[in-house]
Nanobody
């Protein structure tokens, strides 16, 4: 069974920083890793993506402020968030796709972690 456990959310003032972590347990061979976020009343949006080769992509709203990285052997993905703004307030979710017991799935999700940025 695959589980994704997130940590690192919290309350921070505008301009501050937070680092989110998401660790996958279980014998999964992970391909891509992603961070999404969902603010109240909004749809879930893709924030950042990292491939197995370390190629990254970011939403325009976070470019230059957020950095996604991964530790392959630990099956962990990180999101370093700097220069946080109140509009970054949301529940952040990690998502991975990969092979587990020979079956490919792209719907492995973390439980979500709240990030609140005060003005």
């Amino acid at each position: 069974q695959v589980q994704l456990v997130e940590s690192g959310g919290g309350l921070v003032q505008a301009g501050g920083s937070l680092r989110l972590s998401c660790a996958a347990s279980g014998s999964i061979s992970i391909n891509g890793m992603r961070w999404y976020r969902q603010a109240p009343g909004n749809q879930r949006e893709l924030v950042a993506t990292i491939t197995t080769r370390g190629m990254t992509n970011y939403a325009d709203s976070v470019k230059g402020r957020f950095t996604i990285s991964r530790d392959g052997p630990k099956n962990t993905v990180y999101l370093q968030m700097n220069s946080l703004k109140p509009e970054d307030t949301a529940v952040y979710y990690c998502n991975v796709d990969g092979f587990y017991s020979g079956t490919y799935r792209n719907d492995y999700w973390g439980q979500g972690t709240q990030v609140t940025v005060s003005s």
